[in-house]
């Protein structure tokens, strides 16, 4: 069991109506416990409302009938009061009733770091800020004389804004008298070999517990007990910048003297290669506006894109967010931007998950995909940046011009399938394809947006990813639908779906709610191409029923197993497709198509 806050483990649990029933008889005057939302062996964490100053407060309460636990704890609530860093948590109210004792500090919403690490390493922007608030913290500590000599990542919380907070103070040079003969401590991979050893300890030591949560946010991994096995981030993660690589490792060197002297020293030579600034990719969640809110809303956004964008106009809005095309105020080039909804950027696991789809969206490589340049986010909006194309999106192209003609369509099936193959050939399914997430260039070539996009937001979801403006998925596999497994199949079966739109002026599926929808689509009602469209050969529309079949194992295999099918049906060696071909080939090429 975890809770949605923290992400911290409470499986040691054992009498919650206990926990609560006794708070409450002490406390319930003036704080109210509302969720436990951590428990170790002497204390339990709660969520807690302050009765009279009207707010959430983190209220921690030692259950220990000893009076060594309970001095124990105290003068950790000593020592973190001694303390005012807004990345550590403050502590305003403490003190023993009967046999409890208990400390009052803000709330943080968020989750430790241990929990967000297990989806994966932290992205290098949120460890440089990692960083900055740590080594911060560790200093302001230090100039107020207490070695906190070990810091875990369950006790780091980071914040919704990628912000990190120390909460713990138990083992402190502070609070070290206190500590009662023969507790057990664990987290010694984040203590410094002299502190493991019983040392007190001094700044340098502070320095290798900042250098072993940094590794483990870079890599996923605790650094070994023994310094000497460590293996460097690149090993691990190949993107880790050199320069933080560098600094960490010196950090965890096991010889103190051969550390930085303290955290103010490490920090300066971070931010001698890092530099300072901070650009918070996940931001906190936008209250009191949305983007129906209209001049407010772009007034907002205005402000969030700061000296880095210059807002130009709107291009269009989605199920996701809404497009601009704005300017790049650092290249002096105009790019589009789309900004997310913030009803998907609330919750830090979705931005992240965002984030990763992204990146490898980015890695892709294709004259038909459009070019995913930046990620960022700002004053609570999230959004990213891409390629800008001149032209209309098949949707606006259909609705103002009416269906394609058949090589248009013949020509819009080639391109995706290219771009589907090598999608799919790096473990990327597109899932949300559409005509409105299809951009038609001025020379009528084709560029797919949105890769990864409905996987990242949506997750296995409503219609597993899939919307529409409308907010019936009418491109969507009856998989999609059924909420099952996806695979490159989806992608083939809205392509299919998508070509029929283009033929015939409208989806294939018709239907005013995703019932109607999958309804015709298990039973194989699909139109009649043949009899709507005269110019559409029966072969064309065979390849086109195959890969709208209900079943995902009776459709094609593969994009390439489309291609060849397509091809057949349409005689690949007909000059009209040649020509098609050669127009491709001249794209590539950025030379001008033939006849110009």
Known sequence: ?????????????????????????????????????????????????????????????????????????????EALAQLNHPAIRHIYDAGVTGD???????????????????RGPRLIPMVHT?????????????????????????????SHAGRGTVTDARFSSHTLPAVPPGTPVTGLAFMAPEVREGAVGDPAS????????LYFALTGVEPPLDTRKVRRPTELRPTTPRAMERVVLRALNPV?????????????????????????????????????????????????????????DKLGSGGFGRVYRVRDLHLEREVALKVLHPQFTQDAAVVERFRREAQLAARLNHINIVNIFDIGGRSGLSWYTMELIDGPSLAQLVEREG????????????????????AHAAGLVHRDLKPENMLIERDGGLRITD???????????????????????????????????????????????????????????????????LSRQSTNQLPDLTAERTDVPEAVATVLYRALDAAPE???????????????????????????????????????????
């Open 1 to 77: 069991m975890t809770t949605p806050a923290f992400g911290i483990p409470v499986g040691h649990v054992t009498d919650p109506a206990g926990y609560f029933l006794r708070t409450e008889r002490a406390l319930g005057h003036r704080y109210q416990p509302e969720q436990i939302v951590a428990v170790s062996s002497e204390r339990v964490l709660f969520r807690a409302r302050d009765i009279t100053l009207h707010r959430q407060v983190s209220l921690r309460v030692n259950f220990q009938s000893t009076d060594a636990t309970r001095a124990w704890f105290m003068r950790e609530a």
């Open 554 to 596: 009776e459709r094609f295999a593969s994009a390439a197993e489309f291609l060849q099918a397509l091809n057949r049906a349409t005689g690949s060696g007909r000059e009209r497709d040649r020509a098609e071909w050669a127009r491709t080939a001249a794209r590539w090429l950025g030379l001008p198509p033939a006849g110009d």
């Open 100 to 118: 409890l004792a208990y400390r009052v500090g803000t709330w943080i919403e968020g989750e430790g770091l241990d929990e967000a690490s297990r």
């Open 451 to 517: 890769f990864g996009l409905a996987l990242a937001l949506r997750g296995a979801g409503m219609y597993g990813g899939a919307t529409s403006q409308s907010g019936t998925p009418q491109f969507a596999s009856p998989e999609q639908l059924l909420g099952e497994r996806v695979d490159q199949r989806t992608d083939l079966y809205s392509l299919a779906a998508v070509a029929a739109f283009a033929l015939l002026g409208r989806p294939p599926f018709p239907g005013s709610t995703p019932e109607q929808i």
């Open 130 to 158: 990692l960083a900055r608030d740590l080594l911060g913290a560790l200093e302001h500590a230090h100039m107020n004389g207490i070695i906190l000599r070990r810091v875990v990542p369950a006790s780091l919380l980071l």
């Open 206 to 213: 502070d320095v290798f517990t900042a250098g072993a949560i």
């Open 256 to 312: 103190a003297d051969d550390r930085y002297l303290n955290a103010i020293e490490m920090l300066e030579d971070f931010a001698s290669d890092a530099g300072t600034f901070e650009n918070a990719a996940v931001a906190p969640p936008v209250r009191g506006i949305t983007p129906d809110d209209g001049a407010r809303w772009e007034q907002r956004l205005r402000r969030a894109l700061g000296d880095d964008y210059e807002l130009l």
């Open 403 to 422: 269906p394609l003609s058949l090589p248009q369509t013949l020509r819009l099936l080639r391109e995706t399938l290219s771009a589907l193959g090598h």
